[in-house]
């Protein structure tokens, strides 16, 4: 319970006039005996709010960025009228900032013996599990002098997903493979490894692909169509270690690693190959094995939403094990980690033979855009120390990935809105080249 402002406002103003005409005990206990008895008055009149039912229906996923719409159904079971206001509270990150305050009150007035539903519209600035925190109702009497205060418990979760902002891609690549299967009228033969069919030899065509022996059987030329291999498997492998919290632009590594992942399994998803996820730093953060071509991309995002950077050393063996516990046959094992000199040549080198000899290795990075705009800034002594210090950095990401080269790896590099498109670009030169 508690007194309102028009309380304390009635008090002030009936205590003017007694302070300057009247000022003693019996002239303040005349003004206040009345507002005392307005109020114990309005207190019984206002409904109780430890009767009231509420409960919540609404989204329960929602993409960052979007918006979720939660309702809270509020039951009056009692014989007076609910005039009330309501504070649906929930975590700071469930809105944008300083917009908490709109978004989060309401005000409600319902009938005896009925219902009323009122709808929380959150944006989430984070991934992960947004719970609802208390109810918290403030009941007013009909002179609007005191109230009734509790607070209920209303559980309810709302699931934030990965933006999956790289989708954009998805249809300019689809075109680029289906040319690569050989499903779009183009002028050239589907490349790939993988037998196909046979068909009648055109002037123009590769004599090297002539069936000599399906030519013998036949009075034409008979020669072999390819499409790219089919059913292979691929493991994403994201490393949510230390260097993965580092932020670039507004975001982790992390995230800028989960969008270029999503947009390669959805490519590869559609190409025929089976995706499996593993996220691991010290131990195994998360892992997504044996789903249908129609199932990975939901299972994926729903895991990744919850996943977030450790600040703790990756330990590369560790990482290199399980990678090679998931993926039991030839498979394309793309890793997301950093090309920063220290831990690729502390942690991933020594170990990296262990996935090259059985796997082709794939390691995608996320370049931070500021060092690139940092390399090219001149005009002052500042700037050009600034210049200096990037160029430097960006000499040590050439050599550390020209160091991986070397034992195989086919290393992606590039900034956050880059890395998905480059990503994709390169599993179809591998699709088309036969190397996974």
Known sequence: MALTGRAALVAALGS???????????????????????????????????????????????????????TLT???????????????????????????????????????????????RLRPTRRGDRRSDRVTIRSYGPLGLFTRQG??????????LPPFSSRKHLPSKL???????????????GQGTEFDSLREYVPGDDTRSIDWRATAR???????????????????????????A?????????????????LLAALASRAGDRVDLLAHDRRVRALVQGRTAGDVLPSLVNT???????????????????????????SLIVLFTTLDAAPVEEGLLPVLPQLT???????????????????KARGHAEAVYHAAAAAQAQSERRRTADQLRRHGVVVVDATPDELPPALADAYLELKAAGRL
Request: a positive charge; proline letters at 7%.
């Open 16 to 70: 003017v006039p007694i302070g300057i005409w009247d000022p003693s005990w019996t002239g303040i206990l005349a003004v206040n005996a009345p507002l005392a008895a307005a109020c114990a008055c309005d207190f019984a009149l206002a409904a109780p709010v430890r009767r009231l039912g509420l409960t919540r229906s609404g989204d329960t996923t929602a993409r960052l960025g979007d918006a979720a719409d939660v």
């Open 74 to 120: 509020v039951t009056n079971p009692s014989n007076r009228p609910l005039r009330a206001r309501i504070r649906d509270a929930w975590p700071p990150s469930s809105w944008q900032p300083g917009t908490e305050t709109t978004a989060s009150r309401h005000s409600l007035t319902v009938p005896p013996g009925e219902r009323r539903r009122l709808t929380t």
């Open 151 to 160: 607070t209920h418990r209303v559980p309810w979760t709302v699931r934030v």
């Open 175 to 189: 075109s680029r493979l289906r040319e690569l299967d050989g499903r779009t009228s183009v002028l050239t033969r």
């Open 218 to 244: 036949q009075s034409t030329v008979a020669l072999r169509t390819w499409r790219p291999e089919r059913d292979r498997h691929i493991l994403l492998v994201l490393d949510t270690g230390r260097t993965s």
């Open 246 to 262: 580092g932020r670039v632009g507004d975001a982790p590594r992390l995230d800028a690693s989960m969008d270029a992942a999503l």
């Open 304 to 330: 990744m939403a919850t996943l977030e950077p450790e600040l703790v050393e990756t330990d590369a063996r560790g990482l290199t094990a399980t990678a090679l516990r998931s993926a039991s046959r030839r």
């Open 357 to 375: 000899q059985r796997h082709t290795v794939l390691l995608a990075s996320v370049a931070d855009p500021h060092v690139a705009k940092m390399a």
